[in-house]
């Protein structure tokens, strides 16, 4: 009686083991499987990264482009209003001496 009983023992207790070994060969699997899904995340997120960079420089480099043309443009506005200031200034010495001349 105790051999048969031992024996029941023994084989529940392999069956509970390779239950257990089946489930975690599975739960290894499934493992295995994420971390191949996240795998791929990264690298999507790090390409994504890589040109989220990529355009940001660029637009920074255009940025700087931009700042420089607008610092021409405003260096040539504030010649062509002195210019201009210096014209009307003459205009008017031209207007006076004719005004003063038709004068007697």
């Known amino acids: 009686p105790n051999i048969m009983e031992l024996q029941r023992d023994s084989s529940r207790q392999i069956n509970d083991l390779k239950f257990k070994l089946v489930k975690a060969e599975q739960e290894v699997t499934a493992l295995e499987q994420n971390v191949t899904r996240l795998e ?29 043309e607008l610092r ?26 004719r005004g003063m001349a038709q004068t007697p």
């Open 40 to 68: 791929g995340h990264v690298t999507r997120y790090k390409s994504a990264a890589e040109n989220a960079e990529k355009v940001e420089d660029e637009l920074k480099a255009e940025r700087r482009k931009l700042q420089r």
């Open 72 to 97: 021409t443009a405003l260096d040539k506005i504030e010649e062509l209003e002195s210019s201009n200031s210096h014209l009307n200034k003459r205009l008017e010495k031209m207007k006076s001496s």
